[in-house]
């Protein structure tokens, strides 16, 4: 099952067309997108029996964020073996978490503003939560999850690194925009295998990252389970799973984002996002003078 947000209603897709869930259901589900989340097996069951016969073409121009208004988001850094060795780092005992806030959430086709001249891409597998998972095990962690989604953790790296310690993560990564997601949500039982998924990004024309989500450290089940050891994860619950190699901090020389640049950000199974960029310089307190 493939679900989206075509214009701000809840649909399923299937080869480039979509019905819309509530009249599909005649009224059943109704039209929220975030509503899904919570009563996802129950859609999977009654999505068997919808006629897309009348479905109508997906226009992507309507396709915004499939998750728009999450919770919580989660994030994960030094997740790939490759990416902590380019960091310079260790490999982490555990999980390194920080948030990227809710109103960050833009749609897989829009239009980005760069505050600043240092915004980097880190391409990444995003998890959303179906059915709340509050301290489960790693066994029955992919249960919790209703699917799996494409997702850009954009980073100003300035604002994220260059301050004493500890550094703002959670500021840097969550300016308007910087929390792309798309196009579709993709059921858990679509995968062959759904901790083996091929992950690329292309920035104008240049692949900059390439991975299997099976060179995660700590892959889906294992973040779902530790998380839900802290707090309950609740439905429409996003976790970034974490970039790999090749983000432009970590370039000699280094490569950001440019406004002229067109991002395409692609995962097996699930499809791409295409992200356009435009200056918006922003002035940041007691960044870049006297340390206050
Ligand atoms: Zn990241």
Redesign the pocket.
């Known amino acids: 099952m493939r679900v989206i947000n075509h214009g701000g209603r809840a649909g399923l897709e299937r080869a480039g067309r979509w019905l819309d869930v509530e009249i599909a259901s005649d009224g059943w589900f109704t039209h929220d997108p975030m509503a899904v989340y919570a009563r996802w097996d129950e859609l999977r069951e009654h999505a068997r029996e919808f006629d897309f016969s009348d479905a109508e073409p997906v226009d992507e121009t309507q396709l915004l964020a499939p998750v728009p208004q999450p919770r919580q988001i989660f ?3 030094l997740n790939y073996r490759a990416h902590a060795a380019e960091s310079g780092l260790d490999l982490p005992e555990a999980p390194f978490i920080f948030t990227k806030f809710p109103a960050s959430v833009t749609g897989p086709y829009s239009t980005v503003e760069l505050p600043t001249k240092t915004v980097d891409f ?1 391409l ?1 597998l995003v998890a959303v939560i179906g059915a709340e998972a509050h301290r489960v095990e790693v066994a029955d962690a992919w249960s919790h999850v209703a699917g799996l989604t494409v997702g850009q ?1 954009l ?1 100003e790296r300035e604002l994220q690194l260059s301050g004493p310690a500890p550094q703002q993560f959670s500021l840097g ?1 969550s300016y308007t925009g910087f929390s792309p997601i798309g196009p579709a949500v993709v059921s858990v039982d679509e995968f062959d295998d759904p901790d083996d998924i091929a992950l690329s990004g292309i920035l104008s024309g240049e692949e900059v990252q390439r991975t299997r989500t099976g060179d995660l450290i700590f892959p889906v089940p294992q973040l779902v389970s530790y998380l839900s050891h802290i707090l309950p994860l609740l439905p429409g619950d996003l976790i ?1 799973t ?2 790999p190699s090749g983000v432009g901090w970590g370039r000699r020389p280094q490569r950001y984002i440019q406004p002229t640049d067109e991002l395409v950000s692609r995962a097996e199974g699930i499809g791409e996002m295409r992200h356009r960029f435009v200056s918006s310089p922003t002035r940041v307190l007691g960044q870049g003078g006297n340390g206050a």
């Open positions: 994030a994960v850094g880190e990444e953790d980073s990564k970034f974490g970039t």
